[in-house]
Each structure stands twice: as C-alpha cells, then as structure tokens.
C-alpha cells in the first residue's frame, strides 16, 4: 500500500493509555477544523471536527480541543487500541469558501504498544 | 462498489506521457476534490469541483487538468508527466458545504521515471 511518510514524528503509546496529538494550525481566521487518521495503504478517515465557536468536542473515545489562542488544536484518544495505530493529522478551513479550502498538516505517527 | 473508488492503484509512466487518473463516487455528492500527498507537505488541493462542469483551482494545479461531465466522475490527467509529480494522489467527495465529512478514496500512487 501507500506509505504516508517515514520520517514522520512519532508518538508511542502503551494499549490502554491515552493518547495525546497536537497540531499547530497556521491561519487565526480559520473557523473550521478536522482530524483525520490515515490506515497504511487507505485514505484519510474523518474523526471528528469542531468549529471555531468552540472550545471542546466530544466524540466515541475520541476529544478534540480548541485553543484560539495560541491556534493549537489536540486529539485526545481514550484508552488506546492497538487499532488506532496510524497516522493522524489535522486540517484547517482557510477559504472563504467554506469546506472547499483546508490546508492539512503534514500529520503524526501513532504506534501502540503492547 | 459503493463509495469513492480510484483507478489505477499503482500507476509507473516516463516523463513527459500523459497519464490519467480516475475517480468515481456512487453518493452524488456535488462537491469532488483531488490532493497530493508528500513526506513533508501532507494532502494538498490540486483542483476541487462543486458540481458538474463546474471546477476551479486548488493550491497545487499547474501540470494538473480536470474534467467533470458527469457528476460521479471527476478525472484528472497530468498532460505530460514530469518527475515532480510523482506522489500519492487522493480523490474526495464530500455531499455538501452543510455537510461536513469529506471522504477520501484509497489513493493511487504514482510514479514518474
């Protein structure tokens, strides 16, 4: 399948422990985000979003937060699975158009360990 | 099949041949999209379509041509492949701008000699 990246940062967890990804997002006018988590070898998947009139968003072991202020965005996974091993990255709305214009980050490595 | 599907796979072409990659979504969505992706720059837009014969420019559309006739299809043809485009490409679609998912096809990873 498609590699994504092999020099990607990495994140290393134990199975059962929460994860943590952050990103870094480039445009204060940015009012819509996305995490994605990309599988080897398929396509990006929507995790979750939120808009910028929110702080917090809650989904199935999965939470995003919003921090407009130092425009920083997490996702928080609950309870690691060795499923959950892949690359997760996030995408900002930059256009006026809305939904038409993201910029997606270059995305984060998560492994699960044992 | 049902969803968003890419032809071909695997893709090996010599600089300079046009080569064409497909894309077909069995939702109607109205909104198509095509992105690259690179060690180090993530998915960028080439071109995006939000309807049939409507499309317009992404962040990343020269050596890039678009088409889209029909709703369910939305090609792309590099008119004369150089190096540089060899990458991964994706083709999304997503229903609507009130609708949020956008989902992705499998990719087709292409590669130029």
């Known amino acids: 399948g498609e590699s994504v990246g092999l020099h990607l940062p990495t994140l290393s967890v134990q199975e059962g422990d929460n994860s943590i990804i952050n990103c870094a997002y480039s445009?204060?006018?940015?009012?819509?985000f996305i995490w994605y988590k990309q599988e080897s070898g398929k396509g990006p998947q929507f995790i979750i979003d939120?808009?910028?009139?929110?702080d917090k968003r809650q989904g199935q072991r999965v939470t995003v937060l919003l921090n407009k202020t130092v425009k920083h965005l997490s996702l928080q996974i609950a309870a690691t699975q060795p499923g959950d091993s892949a690359v997760y990255f996030c995408?900002?709305?930059?256009?006026?158009?809305?939904?038409?214009?993201?910029?997606f980050g270059p995305g984060t490595r998560l492994s699960v360990l044992p | 099949d049902a969803g968003i599907t890419q032809s071909p796979r695997y893709k090996i072409t010599e600089t300079g041949r046009q080569v064409t990659l497909m894309c077909h979504q069995t939702w109607s969505h109205s909104y198509m999209f095509w992105y690259r992706q690179d060690l180090g720059h993530g998915l960028r837009l080439i071109y995006y379509?939000?309807?049939?014969?409507?499309?317009d420019k992404g962040e990343v559309p020269d050596g890039y041509v678009v088409s889209r006739s029909k709703t369910e299809n939305f090609p792309l043809t590099l008119e004369s492949a150089t190096r540089s485009q060899t990458s991964v490409y994706f083709c999304?679609?997503?229903?609507?701008?009130?609708?949020?998912?956008?989902?992705f096809g499998p990719g087709t990873r292409l590669t130029v000699l």
């Open positions: 939120i808009r910028s009139n929110m």
């Open positions: 445009n204060s006018a940015s009012d819509y």
């Open positions: 995408a900002e709305n930059i256009g006026a158009n809305y939904g038409q214009n993201f910029v």
């Open positions: 999304a679609s997503r229903a609507g701008l009130e609708s949020d998912e956008q989902f």
């Open positions: 379509s939000a309807a049939a014969d409507i499309t």
